[in-house]
């Protein structure tokens, strides 16, 4: 494991409940810093402060704090397929029009539960360049959209899936980093977008 891959990989994994437990107080302390004061707030002596824990017992999990942010970021996105299989599996037995409806809303679940923090994080995971996995997240979100898709005969639905992806995330990111936070609206207009390009009523 070379030094950069190594400086994002948890040093160990918790598996007594204790050490879980001390992990999950060390990821949410660095999320409430991230959501407060950003990455340049974010050092480890102040993710052991706010967590209750040394230092020392922060690098027994953690070799840096690039390996925290890229924790986080990897919740994050399980998270976000998880949202999907839940809009999957909502949709089935629907029409395409409800399908849009479950899948719109799960794209932006992540932004409705913590959006300072989901801002911050698709920040940091452009800066530490997790390629690998972030093209499985996306291979994944992209297989579950296109069998929605091929179940409701659209055409060519691999081709269909990836515009339907870049077009929602660049909808989405813009409206992110100009502050938007009014996601009913974003999602009235993420919703019209997408049913437009698929020619169906919005």
Do not use: W
Request: charged share 25%; aromatic share 4%; net charge neutral.
């Amino acid at each position: 494991m070379n030094a950069s891959k190594s400086r994002l990989t948890p040093r160990k994994t918790p598996r007594q409940e204790r050490s879980a437990a001390t992990c999950a107080a060390i990821l949410e302390a660095a999320a409430r810093i991230l959501e407060t004061s950003g990455s340049a707030g974010l050092t480890t002596n102040h993710v052991a402060m706010l967590a209750g824990v040394s230092v020392g017992t922060l690098y027994q999990y953690f070799p840096a704090k690039e390996a925290i942010l890229a924790e986080l970021v990897r919740q994050m996105r399980q998270e976000m397929l998880a949202d999907f299989v839940g809009a999957v599996r909502e949709a089935e037995g629907k029409g395409l029009t409800q399908a849009v409806d479950a899948m719109v809303s799960a794209s932006l679940c992540h932004h409705l539960r913590r959006p300072a923090l989901a801002q911050a994080l698709e920040h940091e995971e452009l800066e530490l360049k997790l390629d690998k996995e972030t093209v499985q997240l996306k291979a994944d979100m992209r297989d579950l959209i296109v069998g929605v898709l091929r179940d409701h005969g659209v055409d060519q639905p691999e081709r269909t899936a990836f515009d339907l992806m870049s077009l929602s995330r660049g909808i989405v990111d813009a409206a992110v980093r100009a502050g938007e936070s009014d996601f009913d609206d974003l999602q009235a207009r993420l919703r019209r977008a997408v049913a437009g390009y698929l020619g169906i009523l919005a």
